[in-house]
């Protein structure tokens, strides 16, 4: 997304945008307050409900318009018009309520996919924004947030794979937003941690069966395989070295599979406790690697252990 694009020639709408990205360096105070003076730990979830969306008056038709396509997007499991609308919007007008939208799903507990485009988000408006170069740490604390939700939920999963090859993608894809809070000084990136966990906790009784999270398993492949038996399949080149690739149908519509609450839960409040440490480690390897770029390898995740 190319923000300055989207608002060039229009003084007036580079004003507006900078108000309404002053109101998001709020968004998650709330979570790190107070944690410079603690050490690492869960910190128990604040009583105060997340905010509320801006009233539908308090947007244009068009732009109502908009965030209805969002939750239709969504609803349809349609994630790449999704991530497209948001990332790469076509009028400037569209990006306060992207930044509403993306901002109050991700406090609410919506959809892994949904913290995962506001880090993004936030990404391109701290880099193509110097004056919110802050924004840059946001967008990782969220991305941190988007990790452990998915360690968390992961258990939720019928299918193990899908979880675990959700954490290897975004362990790659937000590595930028990694490493600028493994750069920070310890107090920061203390900060940091806490506010993650804090936000993975405030929302996990928000949080429902996530599809996206679920899906893109192996056993999605097999019942892929299953369904287009016997049809004819693309390959394409992969690399000069990896040989090709099969491309199967993706069913849209597909369903994945969840477990009950009594398989699920106990495993999840061990993995939560354990959320301090893991952090710790997980931004430390980014710390190492970025100042050993010659030998350092991205961080290893794993898939929530059964």
């Known amino acids: 997304m190319t923000i ?42 604040p009583e ?20 209805a396509a969002l939750d239709r997007d969504l609803a349809a499991q349609d994630y790449k018009t999704l991530a497209q609308q948001i990332l790469d919007p076509k009028i400037s007008a569209h990006l306060k309520p992207a930044l509403d939208w993306t901002r109050t799903g991700t406090l609410n507990g919506r959809s892994i996919i949904v913290p995962l485009i ?18 840059k740490t946001s967008s990782g604390i969220v991305a941190l947030y988007a990790l452990l939700v998915a360690h968390a939920d992961g258990f939720k999963c019928a299918d193990p794979t ?34 993650a966990i804090n936000m993975e906790r405030t929302t996990s009784e928000l949080r429902n069966d996530d599809k996206y999270l679920c899906r893109f398993g192996m056993q999605e492949t097999l019942d892929d395989l299953q369904k287009h038996q016997g049809e004819p399949v693309a390959a394409k080149p992969k690399s000069a070295f990896a040989g090709f690739e099969i491309e199967l149908p993706r069913d849209v519509n597909y369903e994945p599979s969840f477990l009950p609450r009594d398989e699920w839960a106990k495993k999840q409040a061990t993995a939560r406790a354990g959320f301090p440490a893991m952090l710790t480690a997980f931004l430390a390897k980014y710390k190492t690697r970025a100042l050993h770029p010659q030998t350092s390898d991205l961080p290893p995740d794993t898939a929530p252990s059964r």
């Open 4 to 45: 300055e694009g989207a608002n060039s020639g229009a003084a007036q709408g580079r004003r507006a945008v900078a108000l309404i990205l002053s109101a998001m360096l709020c968004v998650l105070l709330p979570f790190s307050a107070g944690a410079e003076t603690e050490p690492v730990q869960i910190v128990e979830a």
């Open 48 to 67: 105060a409900a997340p905010p509320a969306p801006p009233v539908p008056d308090s947007y244009t038709p068009e732009q109502r318009d908009f965030l």
């Open 118 to 135: 506001y880090a993004s988000l936030l990404w391109e408006l701290g880099v193509n924004y110097p004056q919110f170069a802050d924004f």
């Open 162 to 195: 899908a979880p675990s090859h959700r954490i290897d993608v975004i362990s790659e894809q937000y590595r930028a937003q990694f490493a600028t809070i493994a750069a920070q000084p310890e107090l920061k990136r203390r900060d940091a941690i806490n506010a």
